[in-house]
């Protein structure tokens, strides 16, 4: 599965959207974008994922670059509560592991 | 949502002792099963995947006789640390999957401590 560069950390203003970057320039045509985020003490949570288009749910939306070798998650409001460490990871659709490398640290401040 | 049970949520034993994790899919039926470690400011590390039915796959350096994995249905998993060391304390974390190109979803963590 490619590997994924993402920023060590990064602080965002309660309220405001946050914009988290990953590159993943090496990304196999039939890999997909997978975002996870953990919580201090708690398991990975799904956020999305995607292959080529854009994508959104509840949570948050997944832009994905034309050439697909970055993406962007989006959280649209964040909250306090969205103080985490967010994962992007790539792999096949049909693949076993996830394979977590060291994610970004959110801290959302009031 | 997928909703993935993990218990206990803690544990604190002797050296020496077994300790057992179960790990359940509480509304899909889970094919697979993943079984992750995470020592404290990591990332989490794949030690092993379970195919219901089928014996664990483990990862390179992970040993399969200290770490048991058992999938015998498709909503449980286990996990038992036989014979725990303090060096064997960690954050112990399940996760599971339904169709095969569905999110994984992961329980919240068994935090177990070897004194």
């Known amino acids: 599965d490619a590997k994924t560069t993402q920023p060590p950390s990064m602080d965002c203003a309660e309220g405001r959207a946050a914009n988290l970057p990953c590159n993943h320039s090496t990304i196999s045509g039939n890999e997909y974008v997978y975002w996870y985020r953990q919580i201090h003490s708690q398991g990975p949570q799904y956020i999305i994922h995607?292959?080529?288009n854009n994508e959104t749910n509840e949570m948050a939306s997944l832009i994905i670059t034309e050439d697909r070798k970055s993406s962007t998650l989006i959280l649209p409001h964040a909250t306090l509560r969205d103080t985490a460490v967010y994962y992007c990871i790539v792999r096949v659709a049909a693949g076993n592991k996830l394979t977590f490398g060291g994610g970004t640290r959110v801290l959302v401040k009031p | 949502g997928a909703v993935v049970s993990q218990h206990p949520s803690w544990v604190i034993c002797k050296s020496g002792t077994s300790v057992k994790i179960e790990c359940r899919s509480l509304d899909f039926q889970a094919t697979t099963m993943f079984w992750y470690r995470q020592f404290p400011k990591q990332s989490l590390m794949l030690m092993a995947t379970?195919?219901?039915?089928?014996?664990?796959?483990?990862e390179q350096g992970v040993e399969k006789d200290k770490f048991l994995i058992n999938h015998a249905s498709l909503t449980l998993s286990t996990l038992t640390v036989t014979s725990a060391h303090p060096e064997d304390s960690s954050f112990y974390i399940c996760?599971?999957?339904?169709?095969?190109?569905?999110?994984?979803?992961f329980g919240d963590g068994t935090r177990l401590s070897i004194l």
């Open positions: 996760s599971a999957r339904g169709v095969i190109n569905q999110p994984q979803h």
């Open positions: 379970s195919n219901e039915g089928s014996k664990a796959t483990y």
């Open positions: 995607g292959l080529k």
